[in-house]
């Protein structure tokens, strides 16, 4: 089986931008397994379906089809031959994929593609359960997080960046708390800190040291 080093945490903590580093300085494949439920979700919106029926998005989930292919160093996505790109990155996709997350069916089909992902080779994953549901038995699980205040900072200015979105700040952190409590709270695989994994906070550290801090985990010899 590839190595797979398994990245969680909340919104805002970091976890891509550090993913994408590390991978890149492993020469490993970049997963963003929460691009994936967005997808879930995008679709879920484009067909209709009601975000808040569990039995809606389950029957929805079972007709999506998502093409995963690895490309310039990540595993990037295709629904119909397409890439999704900045369609899955809108407020209407943020205000949503908590509860299509939620769906037990959901996951089930992101954890098997997510675990497929292996055949490509090594694999650097973020998202929300690696560590304690798709890849639990990995030697690398690290939890990043950071204040509700920088985690909102940071999400803000990279929306506005991406000329994706004008929310104040305020309302930034108040969605981002409001996902964390419900991806937190869920009955099925919530975000959680799994025993045995290394929790960074990155409130107060540069993007460089956090990096620095998970090389310096993963590149130490075994014992």
């Known amino acids: 089986m590839a190595n797979v080093i398994a990245i969680?945490?909340?919104?805002?903590?970091?976890?891509?931008?550090?993913?994408?580093?590390?991978?890149k300085k492993l020469g490993c494949l970049h997963v963003d397994s929460g691009?994936?439920?967005?997808?879930?979700?995008?679709?879920?919106?484009?067909?209709?379906?009601?975000?808040?029926s569990p039995e809606a998005v389950a029957a929805a989930a079972a007709e999506i089809e998502i093409e995963c292919r690895p490309e310039d160093g990540r595993i990037a996505y295709y629904v119909d031959g397409e890439a999704p790109g900045e369609r899955i990155r809108t407020p209407e996709i943020n205000a949503n994929a908590s509860f299509v997350s939620?769906?037990?069916?959901?996951?089930?089909?992101?954890?098997?593609?997510?675990?497929?992902?292996?055949?490509?080779?090594?694999?650097?994953?973020?998202?929300?359960?690696?560590?304690?549901?798709?890849?639990?038995?990995?030697?690398?699980?690290?939890?990043?997080?950071?204040?509700?205040?920088?985690r909102a900072?940071?999400?803000?200015?990279?929306?506005?960046?991406?000329?994706?979105?004008?929310e104040s700040a305020e309302d930034v952190k108040a969605s981002l708390v409001a996902r964390d409590k419900m991806d937190s709270s869920r009955k099925y695989a919530p975000l959680k800190?799994?025993?045995?994994?290394?929790?960074?906070?990155?409130?107060?550290?540069?993007?460089?040291?956090?990096?620095?801090?998970?090389?310096?985990v993963v590149l130490s010899p075994k014992s």
């Open 102 to 150: 939620a769906v037990k069916e959901v996951r089930d089909k992101v954890t098997a593609l997510l675990r497929g992902m292996t055949r490509y080779g090594d694999l650097v994953v973020e998202g929300r359960d690696i560590t304690t549901a798709v890849f639990p038995d990995s030697p690398a699980r690290f939890y990043l997080t950071a204040s509700a205040e920088a």
């Open 8 to 23: 969680d945490g909340p919104s805002g903590a970091g976890k891509s931008s550090v993913s994408r580093i590390v991978a």
């Open 193 to 216: 800190k799994a025993d045995g994994v290394l929790e960074i906070d990155s409130t107060n550290l540069t993007l460089e040291q956090v990096v620095e801090e998970v090389m310096k």
């Open 35 to 52: 691009a994936l439920y967005r997808i879930m979700t995008w679709q879920c919106l484009e067909r209709g379906v009601d975000t808040h």
């Open 153 to 166: 900072a940071r999400r803000r200015k990279e929306q506005v960046e991406k000329g994706i979105s004008t």
